[in-house]
């Protein structure tokens, strides 16, 4: 059935061309389509099932822990926008302006909010006034622009989803608590949902967030050894509040000036999902977010009782909790397994007369292709255990392959040698300064990912300079 | 008490200015906050849940009956939004253009998406081809911009929060099938979920979407008379598909070009639940979308045992399915209860010291004030019941003043004397001329809403113009 295969043939084998493969995969299994405004893409059904599920989870965690969501204005006017200056220098090379509304030129042009920082201190300043009225603990599910040059569908586009938490608080300890809380939620739920292993540690000064005084990352490996910034929650002390004049009455009759945080996860990390547990057929999807978690497929479809048969199990499986469906579609079974495979279900299920007969049905996994015959009434309950037991093992199997990939260094050509041979993480002292950094960057195009809370001393001397250092640090390439 | 009068006191009375009755209720119960950007409001935590319940109960409708979601670009480039000629002329004047991005001029402006229909042909014509890729049956959730010189929240707005469908078929006959089915899911919606009667018919030629063939509506009587337009489903015929060049190979195989639909709701049906169903002390929110349908709150708190059982019970209730909430704030009772009465919390619980000892609290409901006491150990299997019992009658309510306020004219000086006695909905033969249409818009303010399907025969004359008339028509003032 050479037909049956061509849609596996399509896509470039991820260890020739990992750039292409990529391409290649979240085209040809309908994640996207590309929109005629360059640098935005449609998300189609598939991709929006996704983060539809990833924002469910997310967003349950959110509220479990105090936060409500809200909808913020989708423009900044520039003044406001201008009014915290460090914000303002790294975002402004990169909106997009409204000059014009209704026919007529506007009187201050409005930008596309690129972030909402300043939205929600114009909003603060507005609804904050007494100890009474802290903490706030507010989150948005939007998507923001940002004028990049090169784009690449997830990774980099001009318009992406994502969620932004901004919160306010009476002290610092409380913010920094909350930026905590956050990285260790973010973290949970790519560990745990996602099947990512992270690294959690704060970004360097050079790395950090515009605006921020600390901003603290999860970096995780893709297949390709390199790293991707899978989350970010900061630490925007009281600087945002000093800007926008926000202040409360605390319990003391006093007026201060409160602090802040703010923390996101955007449509990247399907990316980031896509090159941590994808292969040459195409899609690898963890069953916790995967839209379809089973794939029915009735085999000789025409014979009596299959269709009906498959119908029931399919029904079944969906009341015990299981996300599956049913493919009854005019194509070729051979072409069904071959395009849900590529769509990264992670378990298949096939039915023919025989199977029937028996009572039994054959369940594939996705991962290994690994058969097994089990009885039809026996599915249902069994299921959910299959997919936690693929869940783990994706986990298992990412994480076998960073640690494989993380090497320490304790000089500037023994990172060359990694670079040339495995790639992937380098855990190397660092004297902190941002020459060492820079020199590095521009030699290898390597950069500091964070500076991981888990990462004990390498060595005593920085990677780069040789002097005295203080901070391990882990350093890849990364998207 | 006069601090705790004090909130319900600042909103003016509902009959006294309807208006002002409205922008209090909308401001003081936090439902919205006003942005920095003219006519751009914030949906503050209150309302984005009321619409998270809206959107969670519309989106289990749109995808039993086949739909799924996409997410599509924000933004349009002006050539793409020119291609269908009686689209663009109608949202042309309403737009906001995008003219620079990451400091540069853009080559070709852009305009901030007005709604998406020239975004989802292009996209069609990207993935549709054959017979086997039809319908599309597509929906996505999102904001849109449309340049208003009068704002109001909910009501009309720049910035506004809608779903919008877009399908695509083989025949005009699945088509309009499609559109029926959508326009009887916004009435089932707006009936069982918001208790809001409504009207379904057709609209007029001068009241139709810009490039639709045909536009349905549902419309609905609000407190003060008027209507306000709840949702709209659109027939676009092959208009758009023809402009964009949308064809598809038929199972005959031939070339065709298919046919499409468009239909959305938006925030403004916030705006609705507030005018239908709101009194002098504020919200009165539906049970089936009010973010909390029972308020607990503890009286003498400080008393042993009285804060822990108002949190068991809390608990017990939210595992019932009753969406409940403790009120721990260190407030009065008495301000409590006026500040969750402004909210619309369909039900509260007080439960005090006494009512403890017997084992008993009270229940009061938010449309009547009616107090009952009840065993605490009763109200989790009790409350799900009361809350329908409140949804019913709300419904009841609202079908009686619509009834109360529908007539019928047979001339103009009829309709005069209707609108300066009660107003609200009239009904009157039409003769489908544009002119009877404008010369009672003019004088009257009055427009048609609709031409409702279930309306008989008023009259064999025009109300207008007396010539022979065919049309019993739904004449009113509207938002």
Request: net charge negative.
């Amino acid at each position: 059935m050479p037909q049956d295969k061509k849609l596996v043939t399509e896509i470039t084998p991820r260890d020739e061309d990992f750039g292409r493969w990529y391409t290649d995969v979240v085209l040809k299994s309908g994640l996207v389509d590309y929109s005629g405004v360059k640098g935005c893409v449609i998300m189609r059904p598939y991709a929006t099932a996704l983060w539809e599920n990833i924002r469910s989870l997310l967003d349950a965690r959110f509220k479990a822990t105090g936060h409500e969501n809200v909808m913020m204005p989708l423009f900044i006017p520039e003044s406001l926008l201008n009014l915290e200056k460090s914000h303002i220098a790294g975002f402004a090379p990169e909106v997009a302006w409204i000059t014009h509304g209704g026919g007529e030129k506007l009187a201050e042009r409005l930008c596309v909010r690129p972030t909402s920082e300043t939205l929600f201190c114009e909003h603060y300043k507005n609804i904050v006034h007494s100890y009474r009225d802290l903490p706030q603990l507010l989150n948005q599910w939007c998507s923001v622009v940002r004028w990049e040059k090169s784009t690449r569908p997830f990774l980099r586009s001009r318009e992406f989803w994502w969620q932004e938490g901004h919160t306010l608080h009476a002290t610092p300890e409380e913010a920094n608590g909350e930026v905590m809380r956050m990285l260790d939620i973010y973290a949970d739920f790519a560990e745990r949902d996602l099947a990512m292993p992270v690294v959690r540690g704060r970004k360097s000064e050079s790395e950090k967030f515009a605006g921020a005084e600390a901003t603290y990352s999860i970096e995780c490996m893709m297949h390709d050894g390199r790293a991707l910034q899978s989350a970010t929650s900061h630490y925007l002390g009281d600087g945002f509040a000093r800007a926008f004049g926000i202040q409360f009455t605390d319990r003391d009759n006093l007026l201060k000036t409160p602090f802040q945080t703010s923390w996101g996860m955007s449509t990247r990390i399907i990316g980031g999902i896509i090159m941590t547990h994808g292969d040459d057929a195409g899609l690898v999807l963890p069953p916790n977010v995967a839209p379809v978690q089973c794939v029915v497929i009735p085999i000789a479809s025409h014979k009596e009782g299959v269709t009906e048969a498959a119908q029931a199990l399919t029904a079944a499986l969906n009341s015990s909790g299981v996300r599956a469906k049913i493919d009854l579609t005019d194509n070729t079974p051979g072409w069904k397994f071959a395009e849900h495979e590529m769509r990264g279900v992670p378990l298949r299920i096939e039915l023919g007369p025989r199977d029937l007969e028996k009572g039994e049905c054959v369940l594939v996994r996705r991962t290994t292709r690994e058969k097994s015959t089990i009885a039809i009434e026996s599915a249902p309950a069994l299921l959910p255990g299959v997919l936690e037991d693929i869940q783990r093992e994706l986990y298992d199997e990412a994480r076998r392959n960073r640690d494989a990939h993380t090497s320490e260094a304790r000089g500037v050509q023994e990172i060359r040698d990694i670079l040339s041979s495995k790639g992937g993480f380098i855990h190397a002292q660092w004297c902190g300064g941002p020459g060492c950094e820079q020199s590095l960057k521009d030699e290898l195009g390597l950069t500091t990912r964070n500076m991981p809370f888990d990462l004990g001393r390498i060595a005593d001397k920085c990677v780069c300079c040789g002097k005295q250092a203080d901070i391990p640090a882990l350093w890849a390439l990364a998207y």
